[in-house]
């Protein structure tokens, strides 16, 4: 019985504030609304690459090799294995390979940026490198410029065979061989209106009740001390 009544409760209080909470509800919405339009649009391009399979051989090589080469360089986890997908993976994820970009690109004016420090960790942050259970290594860049974000995607494939000239990591060339080439973007994939919108819409409802309870609290406990 005790439980119904709360319920009762509930929506009666939820009934009378109805203004309230979608006055709430409008303001939260508009002003989502509203920052997601300033936000800046991210266009995404990815190229797709196949790794040259080493011999055993080599394998050795370059588990020898890697920790010297690229020491400060190579993501935890990578040492181990020598295998040539994990080989690519760290050259592809290196701030040598980040530093190149940044360079070849001015990314310095792009951003605005007065050093390269951000401006890796900016690069290296919207650049996701996947692979499938196929074996295939996926590079997606993300930037406010379409053809941008292509241009540096492919990059990171061109820029994989002079690194290995440089470090003489492997004799195999290429390295890796290009499969899909990064196309343009022909829209923007953040940020996503509708699903802010829902956050928003989902946010202020759960605020606009809460301040309703708070309200209907603050307006009993005056009318007992009244």
Do not use: C
């Not at 196949?50 to 080469?69: D, F, H, M």
């Not at 050093?115 to 930037?143: A, F």
């Amino acid at each position: 019985m005790d439980e119904e009544v709360n319920i009762l409760d509930f929506f009666r209080v939820i009934k009378s504030k109805w203004k309230l909470i979608s006055f709430v509800f409008i303001i939260v919405e508009v002003a989502a609304l509203i920052i997601t339009l300033r936000m800046p649009k991210i266009y995404k391009s990815t190229a797709s690459i196949l790794t040259s399979e080493v011999t055993a051989e080599k394998n050795i090589l370059l588990q020898s090799r890697l920790p010297y080469i690229l020491r400060e360089e190579l993501p935890a986890g990578l040492y181990g294995g020598g295998a040539a997908t994990q080989v690519i993976i760290a050259m592809l994820k290196s701030k040598r390979m980040a530093r190149d970009i940044v360079e070849k690109f001015k990314l310095e004016n792009f951003y605005k940026a007065k050093s390269s420090s951000p401006v890796i960790r900016d690069l290296q942050s919207s650049t996701d490198i996947s692979v499938s259970k196929e074996g295939v290594i996926s590079i997606t860049v993300g930037s406010r410029d379409s053809e941008l974000s292509a241009k540096i995607a492919n990059f990171y494939v061109i820029n994989l065979d002079g690194m290995n000239d440089e470090l003489k990591i492997t004799s195999i060339k290429p390295v890796a061989t290009l499969l899909d080439q990064a196309m343009p973007a022909e829209s923007h994939t953040s940020p996503k209106i509708k699903l802010n919108l829902l956050i928003a819409g989902m946010l202020s409802i759960f605020t606009g009740v809460l301040l309703s309870f708070l309200v209907n609290y603050f307006q009993t406990l005056k009318k007992v001390n009244a």
